[in-house]
């Protein structure tokens, strides 16, 4: 317990800290709502319209249930690296982690989950709200957020969930050590967005690319961050599949970890400190 | 064994350079060049527990750069360094949870957080008894008078508050060492004499080490027993602050008003520092003319309105003792 302590107080203080943005959360699930709309009824024409559609593994139900909740667990997606690090690289405040008796890279990443969590627990629940409760209550549950389809689903969604913020939180740790390294974040966070974007299934579901694509979607990296935990709550990955899914997500967390820990304990020995 | 040993210290930074102009920038595109800056040269100096020790020296002599060393921040390129036993770099977990670190122009506190909970933060991080660290936070809040600044976010509070929160940050965990990187700096006269008389009390009751570094020659006349001039990345001077003192400050001058246009002057152990129509300000060394003996030769061979006799200001005398060692800036 005396171990975690210096890391679970971060998370905690961070957490609590961004909870209290209310004008960023409500704006946050204004655009997260209003993106949603149009990719419901996107997918609406397209699969009224596309013969292709019947070849894909998502039905227009369960694409409209992804689309809502990929909305919800958009802040978890890791776009851009840690803002706090990327200010910490350049005012020099770098130097006073270094002076915690603690491990820097826990200490950022426990840093990186709160932020990550505490943006997503009042855009998700908002989300919910709307897309889950209401839309039924107006009459439009054609076109609104469905529970997952049994407790095995659900039970496999709260795991794999909880792996998403781990694997993003790796992810960020990497581009806040790219933000360490080049002195500026702004560069690395554009190039690696756009990947993301389309590899996580935020701009199209990865279930609706073509099927040659499909195993190479399913193992890289970006699909544990947003495409896996959705479709295992959507009942589109079930039984060994969502467990391999589970494992991928597993995987690369530990990967991007053991890669993050090698290159901070490198840039940490040649650190400099410019100025006063 | 001294607390803190430092022995051949080198450090040397890569700073990467660009020809002025927009041929420049695009040359930059094809090669980048790098330059090697020293920062420390060659340092060596060993503190006892308990000493108060002055850092001085001009910008870039590398004062930051040794507290950056000495606190496990950075790593030397060469030499060696041990603070109670323990090499910073290389056993920084270790070290890091027996000092505390002021750095005056950043600040270690929660910008938006309130002064309490990043005290509150500190605690978990350093992982503080609870009941050991709600006494030493009492103690520091009444000693830096931070009882009424408790609640306020951190980004709200003056300069000079801000600097009292940030001591009383770095001490929660009740170091045996604590470096001071410019504490003083920007502060208003009220605030410095509150930040000296705290650092004293701590060194003098508590026996903490203390280093600090400083470009005010009243935080170095007022704290320091012992001043290390450090310039060039190497030590010019190491010395108790009394000998420094009478070693640079030995130098007096002479102003006069002749009734006259000023004459020349040359005597041994004077030197013409200034001259304008009838004034003239003379420097004298008064181990070799005492003032007395200057001013009755000069008032027997010509007519005098006015004399008086000054010592040059400590901040003057260290100019030019950085001068004289050729370490002023470049």
């Known amino acids: ?115 990550m969590t505490a943006k997503v627990v009042p855009r998700a629940a908002l989300m919910l709200a709307f897309a889950g409760v209401l839309l039924p209550l107006i009459g439009l549950e054609t076109w609104s957020w469905r529970p997952p389809p049994d407790v095995a689903q659900a039970s496999l969604f709260a795991v794999s969930a909880v792996l998403l913020v781990a694997l993003s939180s790796a992810w960020v740790m990497l581009l806040n050590l790219a933000a360490v390294r080049f002195l500026d974040e702004r560069g690395v966070n554009a190039l690696t967005a756009s990947l993301i974007i389309v590899f996580s299934g935020n701009l199209l579901p990865l279930p609706l690319f073509p099927n040659w694509m499909q195993t190479f979607l399913f193992v890289q990296p970006f699909a544990g961050m947003l495409d896996i935990p959705v479709r295992i709550y959507s009942g589109d990955l079930v039984g060994e599949r969502a467990l391999a899914g589970l494992a991928l997500q597993a995987g690369w967390t530990g990967f991007f970890i053991l890669v993050g820990r090698i290159w901070m304990e490198r840039l940490m020995g040649r650190l400099q400190m410019q100025g006063g | 064994m001294p607390q803190i040993l430092v022995q051949d210290l080198a450090k040397t930074y890569r700073v990467a350079e660009r020809e002025p102009g927009l041929l420049g920038a695009a040359r930059g595109l094809v090669r980048r060049r790098t330059r090697t800056v020293e920062a420390l040269r060659d ?27 000495l606190s496990g921040i950075l790593r030397p390129d060469s030499g060696r360094v041990e603070v109670g036993g323990l090499v910073p770099y290389a056993d920084r977990i270790a070290h890091v949870s027996r000092i505390g670190v002021v750095f005056g122009q950043r600040t270690q506190l929660w910008w938006d957080l309130p002064v309490i909970d990043g005290f509150d933060l500190l605690r978990d991080i350093y992982r503080v008894d609870p009941v050991r660290y709600a006494r030493t936070r ?121 009734a006259d246009d000023a004459p020349h002057i040359d005597l041994p152990g004077v030197e013409v520092r200034a001259r304008g129509g009838r004034s003239l300000e003379l420097a004298f060394d008064p181990s070799i003319v005492p003032a007395p003996r200057l001013i009755a030769a000069i008032t027997a061979d010509y007519a005098v309105d006015d004399v008086h006799v000054e010592q040059p200001a400590i901040e003057e005398v260290i100019a030019r003792f950085y001068d004289l060692h050729g370490a002023a800036e470049a």
């Open chain 1, 1 to 115: 317990m005396t171990i975690a302590r210096p890391y679970a107080a971060a998370f905690a203080a961070r957490f609590m800290l961004l909870l209290q943005y209310r004008a960023a959360a409500l704006a946050g699930f204004a655009t997260q709502c209003w993106w949603g709309g149009i990719k419901v009824m996107v997918y609406a024409a397209f699969y009224a319209a596309a013969p292709a559609a019947a070849s894909t593994s998502l039905s227009l139900s369960q694409t409209i249930t992804y689309t809502w909740v990929a909305q919800a667990l958009f802040a978890l997606v890791p776009w851009t690296g840690d803002p706090e690090i990327g200010q910490a690289v350049r005012t020099g405040a770098v130097g006073y982690d270094r002076l915690r008796p603690v491990d820097t890279y826990g200490w950022w990443y426990a840093r990186a989950a709160a932020w």
């Open chain 2, 43 to 69: 340092v060596s100096f060993s503190l006892e527990r308990g000493e108060l020790l002055g850092f001085i020296g001009p910008n870039g002599a590398g004062k930051s750069t040794t507290i950056k060393i």
């Open chain 2, 138 to 258: 009492d103690e520091l809040v009444s000693l830096l008078r931070l009882s009424t600044l408790l609640d306020q976010p951190v980004r709200q509070l003056s300069l000079g508050q801000r600097m009292r929160a940030e001591i009383a940050a770095a001490l929660l965990h009740e170091p045996d060492v604590l470096f001071l990187d410019e504490p003083t700096i920007g502060l208003d006269a009220p605030s410095k004499l509150a930040v000296r008389e705290f650092v004293k009390r701590l060194n003098r009751e508590r026996g903490v080490t203390v280093l600090l570094t400083t470009h005010d020659m009243h935080d170095i006349e007022a704290l320091a027993e012992r001043v290390i001039v450090i310039g060039h990345g190497q030590v010019l001077a190491d010395s108790p602050f009394e000998q420094l003192r009478n070693d640079v400050l030995r130098e007096r001058r002479l102003f006069i008003d002749f």
